[in-house]
């Protein structure tokens, strides 16, 4: 799910894939910019400002975009294939001499001036990984609603730019409160370190995809095949699975409008609070399930009248009769040919057939 620091790590490949050079062509393959054309242009930057990334290029002209839930950006060599999606999900593509971007399930995407950014990004908070970054003014925002729940209010985007749900759950627990925890109930100091986890936590993951909440576990063979993954996080995406903390079974609740709601990770025991109201919880796909009962039942008799003829008497099924001793040509509906009496066994004795499943008469 791209955050601050997948944002960030995107604007710097981007960066350093077309920065300084010439556009050769460009294809936007949405209807509001389906005419526009940016070739011949330099590209002077590629930035990113919270989630938002910003390519900005000659002529006072940035392109916008807005990676949302699935959207990604792909770079490529002049002979290579890109790699991230069909065809039908391209948004943009930007070819030079050299590389070509190639923009996957982009959400937003427009043609800015670069003077008017502001306009277009004005409303968002301190950027985490920005220069102006300011911890004070983003304290201000996020207190400035107290009864609002605390995961909501860190994935607002006004108050500060970049946290987005992996880190809601995150920081949520690393300051030891569910995240329906009003922000009011967080005294100044608490706010103070949970917003400087939250910068040093993007700071961290900012140069690689791969995101890590939690400290590394020892080098082992294991380890470096990867199967610590689910040691990366601390309870994002870890529901029915025990706390790397306490042991107790990670749950997962929603947040935010019903039409807009977000799931969320916390830990029952390690996390102190108030938890999701229960009309929200019965909508939550992704709440614990209620305890199996079984209701299935005995099936029912066919009625009479769908079968060929009346249903008088039970059906029985045919003796069994092993492939072994059925005489060769004999048909289906011809009667069993008479066999000569074994000698040491008496007539009607019932044996166990060398196929094992079901005893048959003889």
């Known amino acids: 799910m791209p955050e601050g620091d997948t944002v960030w790590l995107t604007a710097r490949l981007l960066h350093d894939a077309l920065a300084g050079q010439v556009l050769t062509r460009t294809d936007f393959r949405v209807p509001r910019l389906a005419a526009s054309d940016l070739s011949g242009r330099r590209v002077i930057e590629a930035a990113a400002r919270g989630k938002h990334l910003l390519t900005r290029v000659e002529g006072g002209l940035t392109l916008h975009s807005h990676l949302g839930m699935e959207g990604a950006w792909r770079i490529s060599g002049p002979d290579e294939r890109t790699r991230g999606g069909p065809a039908h999900q391209v948004r943009a593509v930007l070819t030079t001499a050299a ?14 001036r670069t003077d008017g950014e502001s306009a277009a990004l004005g409303h968002l908070g301190p950027d985490l990984l920005g220069p102006d970054w300011d911890p004070a003014e983003a304290c201000r925002r996020l207190r400035a609603d107290p009864a609002r729940p605390l995961a909501e209010a860190l994935t607002d985007q006004r108050n500060l730019a970049g946290v987005g749900n992996v880190y809601a759950s995150e920081l949520c627990f690393l300051a030891r409160r569910t ?50 993954r689910d040691r990366a996080l601390w309870v994002y995406g870890r529901a029915h699975r025990p706390c790397h903390r306490c042991g107790t079974l990670v749950r997962s609740g929603s947040y935010g409008p019903a039409a807009r709601s977000r799931v969320v990770y916390y830990c029952p025991r390690c996390q102190t609070g108030p938890l999701q109201d229960a009309a929200h919880t019965a909508e939550d796909p992704n709440s614990p399930p209620p305890p199996h009962r079984c209701t299935a039942r005995r099936p029912t008799r066919t009625p009479a009248k769908t079968l060929s003829r009346p249903l008088t008497r039970p059906l029985t099924l045919p003796r069994h009769r092993h492939p072994s001793r059925q005489p060769q040509g004999a048909g289906t509906n011809s009667p069993p040919p008479r066999k000569r009496q074994r000698p040491g066994r008496r007539a009607g004795a019932r044996f166990r057939c060398r196929c094992a499943h079901v005893p048959a008469a003889r």
């Open 179 to 228: 995240p329906w925890t009003p922000v009011g109930e967080l005294t100044d100091d608490l706010t103070d370190r949970l917003l400087g986890a939250a910068q040093r936590l993007l700071d961290a993951n900012k140069h690689r995809f791969a995101r890590r909440t939690t400290r590394p576990a020892a080098a082992t063979a294991k380890s470096a095949a990867g199967a610590d």
């Open 99 to 112: 590389r070509t971007a190639t923009g996957y399930r982009l959400p937003l995407l427009e043609l800015l």
